[in-house]
């Protein structure tokens, strides 16, 4: 069964600083990830996801994450945060021809001035 | 742009009421989903509709009914509400294969008292 951890369940940083949210997954077998970005009182909006090719993917609002084989990892970063990236970010992992996304328990980001 | 409709937004039901949360897609998605959101457990698939006319279970089915309505329409029913229940209940759509991820509706909030 495929599984997601997210190593951190909340991340505090200061405005204008780069943040780092971990994820990692168990498969051995190919893979598709996203993340994943929840406001307050909202639904899950796509960040960015990894089908193949390029290991850096770059998403919306400046994100980008690094797909890692060998560490099977696929982590977010942002050189920069703003106050308006105070949210919950979800990791999701899934295989070609799977039916369904498994979801990480998510990372709440707390960006502070 | 509509996308993933959920009705209610909000919801408290005494235990052993029972109700249904419905979704709409405008999208013209073949598959659809329901998960539950809970603190510190992140999103976990209750059950699914691949195609019009399937349905699946998920992780957490217990105490739950589906149903495809066609293919625009996917509803959640709560037979007897338990307080275990309470949570917030997300629909969720795709186009088919997963490498597009989701579209998410807004979310319910539904608390059993």
């Known amino acids: 069964a495929q599984s997601v951890t997210q190593l951190d369940s909340q991340v505090p940083v200061f405005e204008e600083a780069p943040v780092e949210l971990r994820c990692n997954y168990s498969?051995?077998?190919?893979?598709?990830l996203f993340w994943y970005v929840q406001y307050p009182n909202q639904g899950l909006q796509l960040l960015l996801k990894?089908?193949?090719?390029?290991?850096l993917v770059k998403g919306i609002n400046g994100f980008e994450a690094e797909f890692n084989k060998s560490q099977t990892s696929f982590h977010l970063r942002k050189p920069s945060v703003h106050i308006s990236d105070t949210a919950e970010y979800f990791c999701?992992?899934?295989?070609?021809?799977?039916?369904?996304?498994?979801f990480g328990k998510g990372t709440m980001l707390l960006v502070s001035p | 742009n509509a996308g993933v409709t959920q009705t209610p937004k909000f919801q408290v039901l005494k235990t052993g009421q029972s109700m249904t949360l419905q979704c709409a897609q405008d999208?013209?998605?073949?598959?659809m989903y329901w998960y539950r959101q809970d603190p510190g457990m992140g999103l976990r698939l209750i059950y699914y509709?691949?195609?019009?006319?399937?349905?699946d279970k998920g992780e957490v089915p217990n105490g739950y009914n589906v149903s495809r309505l066609n293919k625009r329409e996917f509803s959640l029913r709560l037979e007897s509400a338990a307080p275990s229940q309470t949570s917030v209940y997300f629909c969720?759509?795709?186009?088919?294969?997963?490498?597009?991820?989701?579209?998410f509706g807004s979310g319910t909030r539904l608390t059993v008292v």
């Open positions: 969720a759509s795709s186009a088919g294969t997963t490498s597009n991820g989701y579209t």
């Open positions: 498969s051995s077998v190919s893979v598709y």
């Open positions: 990894y089908l193949s090719g390029s290991t």
């Open positions: 999701a992992v899934t295989h070609p021809g799977y039916s369904t996304l498994t």
């Open positions: 999208m013209n998605h073949n598959s």
């Open positions: 509709s691949a195609s019009e006319g399937t349905t």
